[in-house]
């Protein structure tokens, strides 16, 4: 029982940190136009990585696709985080850290749940064509 509470708290953290930055890259915040402006992805990235963060957030909601949602999270997360480390920095626009905190908590909740969810990536490799 305390796994599937656990389960469900992170992917409803996972979930809610990606959704809630949608309406700053689909918007056209002037922050994430400046991120994706230095990573020289502008517009095209930055509506596209929310189109897949959309894609992502609800795959990691819905039980049966969890382990693919994760999946993807982790692989958003690892670019989000190596661009705050070697091109954006640790704070952006002075905010803290906040961007780069979010990033890291999102990758580790989706690490556990490619973890929690390993027998499927392992069920994978049984399928026959």
């Given at each position: 029982?305390?796994?599937?509470?656990?389960?469900?708290?992170?992917?409803?953290?996972?979930?809610?940190?990606l959704?809630?930055t949608?309406?700053?890259?689909?918007?056209?915040?002037?922050?994430?136009?400046?991120?994706?402006?230095?990573?020289?992805?502008?517009?095209?990235?930055?509506?596209?990585?929310?189109?897949?963060?959309?894609?992502?957030?609800?795959?990691?909601l819905?039980?049966?696709?969890?382990?693919?949602?994760?999946?993807?999270g982790?692989?958003?997360?690892?670019?989000?985080?190596?661009?705050?480390?070697?091109?954006?920095?640790?704070?952006?626009?002075?905010?803290?850290?906040?961007?780069?905190?979010?990033?890291?908590?999102?990758?580790?909740?989706?690490?556990?749940?490619?973890?929690?969810?390993?027998?499927?990536?392992?069920?994978?490799?049984?399928?026959?064509?």
């Amino acid at each position: 029982m305390k796994t599937v509470i656990l389960v469900w708290v992170l992917r409803l953290t996972a979930a809610i940190i990606l959704l809630q930055t949608l309406y700053f890259k689909f918007s056209g915040a002037a922050e994430s136009v400046y991120i994706f402006s230095i990573l020289g992805i502008e517009p095209y990235g930055r509506i596209g990585l929310g189109v897949i963060e959309l894609i992502t957030a609800i795959l990691i909601l819905v039980p049966r696709t969890t382990w693919l949602g994760a999946f993807i999270g982790c692989g958003i997360m690892i670019g989000a985080i190596l661009s705050h480390v070697f091109v954006l920095g640790i704070t952006v626009q002075n905010d803290g850290g906040l961007l780069f905190g979010l990033a890291s908590i999102t990758f580790l909740c989706c690490l556990v749940l490619v973890f929690f969810n390993k027998s499927k990536f392992l069920n994978l490799r049984k399928m026959q064509y």
